[in-house]
């Protein structure tokens, strides 16, 4: 009988006591560990889910377990072993658990080998998913892709429009830095199983991003250099919340996009404040193509949370 690691264990003595000829012990096994690379493809969609594991550390631990051997290794991941001669075995995984897809390929490998399965279970659980962004993988990706679409429009949009004024530009960077703002409240509101400090500063970041858009509708904007230094602030608000947020989530879908769009978004915050603005024609063809790329990020990120979501479900 093993748990976890305790399964893998278990499996590696039985396929050695098999090889010395000793004898083919029953196994009951929770959730094992059977392979120390956590290579199976679908591991960072349940990732997501579980609220204790992760890969980075398991493939971590794995490492420190082998010691000399290949973490690849029939004696450290004995899914990569042989299941002919071993005895009964039942197997209970959770489908929350990080360990899920390899229990199931060791049940099909065992069975396809002649072992004997007795009972276990697959056990699904609807409780909500205490991960920091568990509720988030479920609900949020359509903000970002919301978001991503309306970054794309705009950077479009404020390209290509035809003798832009001041007035005008002012207009799509504030719709772009309200809708921004709503979205970054809405991933820090609801989620209340993120740490409170991160949600806090999405809160922060949305609200003083939602009050710049709303200064850029005013009227007598004073100059480029105001406009400049508004949609900059509100980008590099953004920017380091979704930074500080997006990479603290080590399992998160699509993190490297994520993160890849908070600093292209930090980037473009810096530049409007410090580049030197001279006409509201520059200021609509390098807002626009900050806006275009940061919103293809976006939306690769967003087509590959739900591909998670879909992955999990």
């Known amino acids: 009988m093993g748990d976890s690691a305790g399964g893998g264990m278990a499996v590696a003595v039985a396929q050695t006591l098999r090889d010395n ?71 209970f995984v959770g489908t929350r658990d990080l360990l ?17 399965l007795i009972g276990g279970s697959i056990v699904s659980s609807q409780a909500p998913s ?7 993988i479920r609900k949020s990706w359509q903000v970002l892709l919301v978001l991503s679409i309306v970054e794309i429009v705009l950077g479009i949009v404020v390209m290509a429009w035809p003798g832009a004024t001041l007035r005008i530009v002012g207009v799509f960077f504030g719709i772009f830095l309200v809708v921004s703002g709503i979205s970054e409240c809405v991933v820090g509101l609801s989620t209340p199983l993120m740490s409170g400090s991160f949600r806090l500063l999405n809160v922060i970041a949305g609200v003083l991003s939602f009050i710049l858009g ?27 919340s979704r930074l500080f947020t997006f990479g603290s989530l080590e399992s998160m879908p699509g993190r490297s996009w994520a993160i890849a769009g908070a600093v292209i978004t930090i980037l473009a915050g810096i530049m409007a404040i410090v580049y030197p603005i001279s006409s509201v024609v520059t200021l609509a063809l390098l807002g626009g193509i900050a806006l275009l790329v940061v919103g293809i990020v976006g939306l690769v990120h967003a087509i590959q949370w739900k591909s998670t979501v879909n992955a999990i479900r």
Request: charged share 15%.
């Open 100 to 116: 899920l897809h390899d229990s199931r390929r060791l049940r099909d490998l065992a069975s396809g080998a002649g072992v004997l």
């Open 21 to 91: 000829g000793v004898g083919a012990p029953r196994l009951v096994l929770f959730a094992p560990w059977v392979d120390a690379t956590m290579s199976h493809e679908l591991v960072d969609a349940v990732a997501a889910r579980d609220p204790m594991l992760s890969v980075p550390r398991l493939v971590r631990a794995g490492e420190l377990y082998a010691g000399a051997l290949r973490t690849d290794h029939p004696l450290v991941s004995p899914i990569n072993g042989r299941f002919d001669g071993l005895g009964p075995m039942t197997i």
């Open 130 to 136: 205490p991960t920091p962004f568990g509720g988030l």
């Open 214 to 240: 709303i200064l850029c509708f005013r009227d007598g904007l004073g100059s480029l250099a105001v406009l400049g230094v508004w949609v900059g602030a509100g980008w590099l608000m953004t920017g380091f």
